[in-house]
């Protein structure tokens, strides 16, 4: 469902949206900009009202910005690493040679 609204914008900024988007688009094109937006703020109000909530205590593997990088690097091996291939191709064009 939509809603008719009236917006009051400068005449350099409708003739511009006009240029990008084209008269018939406007309202597609503001309200994905406000969409857009809205997410934006809503992840500013998560990161601030998550702010503080991990203390150094309870995290010193995360105490300086080198010892982050790597446990985020040790996380992402774990998970991503299916070490050796347990079985050779056989039989198959695709195998790699000897």
Known sequence: MSVRTNLL???DLVEELDRVAGPRNRSKFVAEAIRYRLKR?????????SFGILSAEDHPHWATSEMVVE???????EETDPGPDPVEPVGTDDAPPR
Do not use: G, S
């Open 71 to 77: 446990w985020v690097r040790m996380m992402r091996a």
């Open 41 to 49: 703020e809503r992840l500013r109000e998560a990161w601030e009202a």
């Open 9 to 11: 914008l400068p005449d």
